[in-house]
């Protein structure tokens, strides 16, 4: 057994939970990296990591007692129209009282769309080639000019994209917001596991760390002290949405309306599903009246076929990451004793072996934010439109690509053009409308001129 005065109890513990192979390294580092890997193991949860590796090593039993959730769908009639214009009016009241902040969730890096650095970095728009986080930044400054009210924003990076986040805002002057109104603060990571169980190394003196999902996110601003910032702010609603998701609707009066006159301590969009197997969660209603999420790939083919009497999906309520939150209720469920359960991602992991980098299989452990869901009590669910609201950038090439995101942004400008009457020239191939100019339809002039040219900015 290794030794290193004062950590004596850690490596002990290492060795007792059989994962003295972190250690093969130890001859070849000095003292300060001794010390660094072992302040690293000093923060191994291995009670937690062991139930991981167990829950990994067992099948996943599905309750398939469940059924579709009822939503508020999008208005079909002038007493539905009422109903919008009435949580328009709410939501409009709170937010012009301060109650409400945007959260984006950014942990994630650019490299699937070939991109090195923070994926809310990467140059998005089709004209000006504004980032991700330049195109949420300025919904937030228009919504603050409309409602008349400076709105924080808030963002949840990971370790490995936080400064670059950072450095990205204040090279761009923060895009307009107020600095003193912007918070980053950073996800957990926590230990990858080999699929024989065993912790990983990154380098001769680090584990191998993963970002613990989207659901790492509730009590990340527990630990961050965000929570308690907010609550002397005022506000008690949180709007989130995640950073590959450019035409979401970032502070929707609408939205926060429904969630108000509801007393609902999560709100959830859906969007109506494009087809049976359609890769986005369900929403259902288990046993108990408990909302939650059933993914694509756990829905039974019986169920994901199945359809109403005017041949509509049974299950047609689809997940897309648009919430609002209650900041009584984040608080209240991540109490020292409350945690969300872990999913497993079987996937490829660079490990530190042999003396080099090399990929081997591994199982990385997230947290999903949807798994809060059927801790509340009150809910609602919210329909929105596809073509306005659901524009995902996962991928370079292909389905929910780049292109494809940038060719709906497109689209929906188009479309808010032609809603207000303004004549769009033949010779126009490419659009972009700053959020800076408008955020919907109605903001747009109808005494507009688009300029007989392929490509047009409206700024």
Excluded at 303 to 317: Q, R
Aim: hydrophobic fraction near 35%.
């Amino acid at each position: 057994m290794i030794s290193f005065p004062g950590y004596d109890d850690i490596i002990k513990k290492v060795y007792e939970e059989k994962q003295e192979h972190v250690f093969r390294f130890w001859d070849a580092i000095d003292d300060n990296k001794k010390k660094s890997l072992l302040e690293d193991l000093k923060n191994v949860n291995f009670e937690e990591i062991n139930r991981q590796y167990l829950n990994a090593s067992t099948e996943p039993v599905i309750d398939e007692d469940y059924g579709p959730a009822d939503y508020i769908r999008l208005p079909r009639n002038p007493e539905e129209s009422a109903k919008f214009a009435q949580a328009r009016e709410t939501g409009v009241e709170a937010i012009k009282k301060g109650r409400v902040c945007a959260f984006i969730v950014a942990g994630g890096q650019g490299s699937r769309l070939g991109y090195d650095g923070p994926k809310g970095a990467f140059p998005f728009t089709p004209i000006k080639h504004k980032s991700l986080f330049q195109v949420f930044s300025e919904k937030i400054l228009k919504s603050s000019k409309i409602y008349g009210v400076s709105i924080p924003l808030l963002i949840m990076t990971s370790h490995a994209n936080h400064q670059q986040t950072k450095e990205h805002f204040e090279q761009n002057k923060y895009f307009g917001l107020d600095p003193e109104n912007v918070f980053m603060f950073q996800q957990d990571m926590i230990p990858s596991l080999t699929t024989s169980g065993k912790l990983i190394l990154a380098s001769q003196n680090s584990l191998f760390r993963n970002p613990n999902g989207h659901g790492g996110s509730l009590i990340a601003l527990k630990k961050s002290g965000m929570l308690q910032k907010l609550k002397e702010k005022g506000i008690d609603l949180i709007s989130y949405f995640q950073v590959d998701n450019p035409i979401v609707c970032a502070i929707d009066p609408v939205f926060i309306g429904f969630h108000i006159l509801n007393n609902a301590e999560i709100s959830s969009k859906a969007l109506t599903k494009a087809y049976p197997q359609e890769k986005v969660g369900n929403f259902v209603i288990f046993p108990g009246k408990k909302l939650g999420i059933v993914e694509y790939s756990d829905l039974p083919e019986d169920k994901a076929y199945e359809k109403e009497s005017d041949g509509s999906l049974h299950y047609s309520a689809g997940n897309v990451a648009i919430h609002i939150f209650s900041v009584d209720f984040i608080s209240k469920i991540t109490s020292d004793d409350f945690s969300l359960p872990y999913h497993l991602a079987e996937k490829k992991i660079l490990a530190y072996n042999n003396g080099e980098p090399e990929k081997i299989d591994g199982y990385k452990f997230e947290k999903f934010v949807f798994d809060a869901l059927p801790l509340t009590d009150k809910n609602v669910i919210l329909e929105t439109s596809r073509r306005n609201e659901f524009a995902p950038v996962k991928n370079k090439t292909g389905l929910d690509s780049v292109d494809s995101s940038r060719q709906l942004m497109m689209d929906m400008h188009r479309e808010w053009l032609e809603k207000r009457g303004i004549e769009i020239p033949d010779s126009v191939a490419i659009i972009e409308i700053s959020p800076l100019k408008a955020l919907r339809a109605e903001d747009l002039d109808k005494d507009i001129i688009i300029p007989d040219q392929s490509e047009v900015y409206l700024d």
